[in-house]
């Protein structure tokens, strides 16, 4: 068994935030949450707290309509499982308690974080995402900006400083070096000396607008900014031009309260580089809302591998099982070439490749690409995006490397994924991924040749297409193609 648990239950998070107010509903498997329904209104809450310290009512009385709907959808939904925070401007706001008691009058229960929640709760989507991450964890909100560390599943250390989006204008118009040292003050001020040399993880809106952004300006072939990283310098330099007004032509899919935003974001993320002097950026489209799901689950659930979870939850829509990828991967084990830290990607790889078969011929490479460059796999890098998708490609008997392929992993790691898509190719045109055909069959290397061994019930299955896919991985490999009866004899045509 693959270990992955594919029980579905609706699950909401309700975060109502400085600047907005937003509904996520979530199905699929618990480990990789699927969004079912999304939903946000700018209410903008913590927009006259540095003014009146204050919710204004304009602001309050939007939403609580937004959240009177909410728990509408709610009830029409028939969502038990919700779970209701607020954080900086009700946690700020004179009022803040008045307009958490009107929300508990719609029937919810808000519970009020504090800033360290706040920023463990993020840092814990991060985890989520990102197993084994190490560094800092760093979330910019309407209100607020959390840092904390992370390491080894854990996370300690945190901070909230008051450099929230909405707050930013204001903390920016007496001009760069100002805004600089009241950034350098309130990191000093916190004791916060951490994160030197580490990766930053980087989650919020308005900085994944900015990695959009990046994006467009780097030509990039993904589209989700999930798991896009920049090495610090290269960050730097495009968040300086941002913060200018630099952006060149801007991704169309920022909206127009984000792209206004972007320059202060991006005046904040140079000084907060700057400041902790990271390795690198990792934008994370995981954080407090995942973070509290993930908090949710008991602890078997948590250690599942996010990536077979998501893969596998993806697959079995196509009626293609986690434990068919299991068997195949085992079957095909003796001739892939795979790196101690491959063994996963290569069952989800080979995981995808099956269920891309159930797909329309024609569609094939189209939705493949799509799978590869377009959609969200929690716990998936960039490379692994690509090996998984030529792995899907060579199973469809196709060995080009698309060029975008060719900037997100090395010719050596695909060249490995090729093997893996004709070796499944391979075992599923022989045996139909059948538990009998794999039990008949076994394929090795052995003095320079690819042995596939039969038996006498499996020889008329090894058709001439067969042979072709058969010569077709022995030549990837550089080997000789031999097939062998149950007792080591060769069979001859």
Same mark, same amino acid.
């Given at each position: ?6 029980? /579905? ?8 935030? /400085? ?17 079912? =329904? ?73 519970? =009020? ?47 909230? $400083? ?34 030197? &040399? ?11 607008? =900015? ?45 127009? /309260? ?20 990271? /390795? ?64 996963? $990607? ?8 099956? !269920? ?37 490609? !060579? ?41 009998? &055909? ?41 080997? !000789? ?13």
């Amino acid at each position: 068994m693959i270990g992955i648990s594919l029980k /579905s239950e609706k699950r909401a998070i309700i975060d109502i935030g /400085s600047n907005t107010v937003r509904m996520v509903v979530y199905n699929g498997p618990p480990r990789a949450p699927v969004v079912v =329904l999304n939903e946000k209104v700018s209410a903008r809450l913590g927009r006259d707290l540095g003014k009146t310290g204050a919710i204004s009512d304009k602001a309050m009385r939007s939403a609580l309509t937004t959240l009177a709907r909410f728990a509408g959808l709610l009830r029409l939904l028939d969502v038990r499982n919700v779970e209701c925070v607020a954080t900086a401007a009700a946690r700020d706001a004179s009022n803040g308690p008045a307009f958490l008691d009107a929300v508990r009058a719609l029937g919810l229960f808000p519970r =009020l974080l504090s800033g360290e929640e706040e920023a463990r709760a993020s840092a814990t989507g991060v985890i989520a995402a990102f197993p084994g991450a190490r560094g800092v964890a760093a979330d910019l909100g309407g209100g607020s900006l959390e840092l904390v560390e992370i390491a080894e599943g854990e996370s300690w250390h945190g901070i909230t $400083l008051p450099f929230g989006t909405l707050r930013l204008p204001d903390l920016r118009t007496e001009g760069p070096a100002k805004f600089s040292e009241t950034v350098h003050n309130g990191l000093h001020n916190a004791g916060w000396e951490q994160g030197r &040399g580490l990766p930053l993880y980087i989650v919020g809106g308005s900085w994944r607008a =900015l990695a959009l952004q990046a994006m467009r300006v780097l030509d990039w072939p993904v589209d989700d900014p999930h798991g896009f990283e920049l090495p610090a310098s290269e960050a730097l330099h495009l968040a300086r031009d941002f913060a200018r007004g630099k952006l060149g032509e801007v991704d169309p899919r920022i909206s127009s /309260s984000r792209l206004a935003s972007l320059p202060d974001a991006a005046a904040l993320m140079v000084e907060v580089i700057t400041r902790i002097k990271p /390795s690198k950026l990792v934008f994370s489209s995981w954080g407090l809302r995942e973070g509290l799901l993930h908090a949710q689950l008991d602890a078997e659930v948590q250690a599942e591998d996010p990536m077979l979870a998501s893969v596998a939850g993806f697959s079995a829509s196509a009626r293609v099982t986690a434990d068919d990828a299991v068997e195949v991967a085992k079957w095909t084990a003796p001739v892939c070439r795979e790196e101690p830290q491959d063994r996963q $990607l290569r069952q989800a790889s080979g995981l995808l490749a099956l !269920a891309a078969m159930r797909t329309e011929p024609n569609l094939r490479t189209e939705e493949a690409m799509t799978w590869a460059l377009r959609k969200r796999w929690i716990g998936l890098d960039m490379h692994g995006r690509a090996m998984m998708a030529m792995t899907v490609f !060579a199973n469809s008997g196709q060995t080009d490397v698309h060029e975008a392929f060719g900037r997100l992993a090395c010719k050596e790691d695909l060249d490995r994924a090729i093997g893996w898509g004709l070796a499944v190719r391979l075992c599923r045109r022989l045996t139909g991924c059948s538990e009998a &055909g794999l039990s008949q069959t076994s394929i090795r290397i052995a003095d320079g040749a690819l042995v596939l061994t039969l038996s006498e019930a499996m020889r008329p299955l090894y058709s001439p297409g067969v042979a072709k896919d058969h010569k077709a991985l022995a030549d990837w490999l550089g080997l !000789a193609c031999e097939v062998h009866d149950p007792a080591g004899l060769a069979i001859v045509d």
